[in-house]
């Protein structure tokens, strides 16, 4: 497999809104991509802000470009956040280095095939829901 199929990232998506209700979150959106950074699929929960879907689409497409969570790059951004705002530039603003994003793979050590991103809660409420869908897809982050 090379990227994420359709059905694998509405699985994905299920799954974290599932784990987001259980966990009693506020309202999410989540984005998967595929490697190439492309909308695979996308979901905004009822009474989750209009913005959600970007920042979960930023946080998604920045963990693609770089090959690691998204949480890696808040970490990366903030010893060297000049370089981190000229990338956000550079990719048209839809870079968002924040926690709340997480790879997608087949197996741990295995090609990426995309990476799902969430907005709503905390980092890492977002990350969390985002690995819980991605290992009830039966894939790796």
């Known amino acids: 497999m090379t990227s994420i199929t359709l059905e694998q990232a509405n699985l994905i998506i299920t799954a974290a809104l599932g784990a987001s209700a259980q966990a ?19 979901q905004r929960e009822d009474s989750a802000s209009m913005f959600r879907v970007d ?20 970490n990366r951004a903030v010893s060297n956040p000049n370089f ?31 990476a799902v991103g969430a907005s709503g809660g905390t980092g890492a409420q977002d990350e969390e829901i985002c690995l819980a869908g ?7 982050s």
């Open 24 to 42: 009693g979150y506020a309202p999410m959106a989540l984005v998967v991509v595929d490697d190439s950074g492309n909308i695979k699929a996308v």
């Open 84 to 114: 981190f705002l000229a990338l956000s530039s550079t990719a048209n603003g839809r870079l968002l280095p924040q926690a709340g994003a997480v790879l997608i793979r087949e197996r741990a050590d295995g090609p990426i095939l995309g």
């Open 55 to 74: 920042v979960a689409l930023g946080k998604a497409w920045g963990a693609v470009a770089f090959g690691v969570s998204s949480g890696e790059l808040a």
């Open 134 to 140: 991605v290992a009830a897809a039966g894939l790796s």
